[in-house]
């Protein structure tokens, strides 16, 4: 079954404690991104990678880090965690960056974060 | 500055009727734009998109219209189900530019019995 997977579901911690959360797609996709989605706010996109060992800022890339060293993977990582980053986090990827944009990306089922 | 405004937050429409979402923009360098659907618990999961190119496209019960001279589009189901109850996000981007997408903060769609 094609899906993107994310770990933990559901996460609790408290400020400053280094955290990952894993991404994995089992698609051959490309391109791979990480959103957050906010009351009020949407989805915002923190970092995109187009292609292995390729990563770039999206529009909120604060306090955050990724790294893409296999196709199919691609974890975020909160250094020092902050309560402003208490957040719901999707992870996403399709074929390319261009049909992200005209046709689909497949979204993760998302990851909660609370961070005290 | 919103480029992307979903201004109802909520939308109640009954069972069996029509359901009008609608989505304004900003950046007149937008040219496609995408309806994504999310269920509670669930990631966004990709609905139906259009090219500026286009004012009209459909499948199913989902058709979406754009107005580019206005900037604005709409997402119709018809007719409204059950199972349509999620909120709904527009999302543009400019393709040939950066790719952008760019998400409206989301419509919540209830569907009365």
């Known amino acids: 079954e094609a899906q993107v997977t994310q770990n933990p579901r559901y996460l609790i911690t408290v400020t400053g404690k280094k955290l990952t959360v894993t991404c994995s797609q089992n698609m051959n996709h490309e391109y791979m991104s990480w959103y957050r989605q906010d009351p009020g706010l949407g989805l915002r996109q923190i970092y995109y990678s187009m292609n292995v060992e390729v990563t770039d800022k999206g529009d909120v890339p604060e306090g955050y880090k990724v790294s893409r060293k296999e196709k199919r993977n691609f974890p975020l990582i909160l250094e020092s965690p902050s309560p402003n980053q208490t957040s719901l986090y999707f992870c996403?990827?399709?074929?390319?960056?261009?049909?992200?944009?005209?046709?689909?990306?497949?979204f993760g089922p998302g990851t909660r974060l609370t961070v005290l | 500055d919103q480029q992307v405004k979903q201004n109802s937050p909520s939308l109640s429409v009954q069972e069996g009727r029509i359901s009008i979402l609608n989505c304004d923009y900003t950046n007149s360098m937008f040219d496609y734009f995408l309806w994504y659907k999310k269920y509670p618990a669930e990631g966004p999961t990709f609905l139906i998109s259009i090219s500026s190119i286009k004012d009209k496209n459909e499948d199913g019960r989902f058709t979406v219209f754009l107005n580019k001279s206005a900037k604005h589009l709409s997402l119709h189901i018809v007719p409204s189900q059950p199972g349509d109850s999620a909120v709904y996000f527009c999302a543009a981007s400019a393709v040939g530019s950066d790719d952008k997408i760019i998400f409206g903060k989301g419509t919540r769609l209830h569907i009365l019995p």
């Open positions: 996403a990827s399709s074929f390319t960056r261009l049909a992200a944009s005209t046709d689909t990306q497949y």
